[in-house]
Nanobody, 128 residues
Framework: QVQLVESGGGSVQAGGSLRLSCAAS????????MGWFRQAPGKEREGVAG????????AYADSVKGRFTISQDIARNTVNLQMNNLKPDDTAMYYC?????????????????????WGQGTQVTVSS
């Protein structure tokens, strides 16, 4: 079992920054695939960024490339999402997810149904 708790959401103006954090506990050693997803009202869930904690491979949705950075803090056992130059379209509930996977499985980093564990979400609101 893996428990995930997100934090760091809030309200900012367009162009601003936020840093989301996902604290993981439990059997995290094998949960090598970590992902950040978001869902806005009336829209489908979207994979935003993924990280394979073993190989440190990262991946991003085209809509956030160059603006968002996913990283891990081993000492704190967290996976973070630094979000810069935020846009109103980034407004959504953001979720952290984890699953057991190999570096080959990471190719499906943005497929939500592949993930076993989810956090409760943190709201990000960007005003224009």
């Amino acid at each position: 079992q893996v428990q995930l708790v997100e934090s760091g959401g809030g309200s900012v103006q367009a162009g601003g920054s936020l840093r989301l954090s996902c604290a993981a506990s439990g059997n995290t050693y094998s949960a090598r695939c970590m992902g950040w997803f978001r869902q806005a009202p009336g829209k489908e869930r979207e994979g935003v960024a993924g990280l394979h904690t073993g190989s440190l491979t990262t991946a991003y949705a085209d809509s956030v490339k160059g603006r968002f950075t996913i990283s891990q803090d081993i000492a704190r056992n967290t996976v973070n999402l630094q979000m810069n130059n935020l846009k109103p379209d980034d407004t959504a509930m953001y979720y952290c997810a984890a699953r057991y996977c190999t570096s080959i499985d990471f190719r499906w980093w943005n497929v939500g149904s592949e993930y076993n564990y989810w956090g409760q979400g943190t709201q990000v609101t960007v005003s224009s």
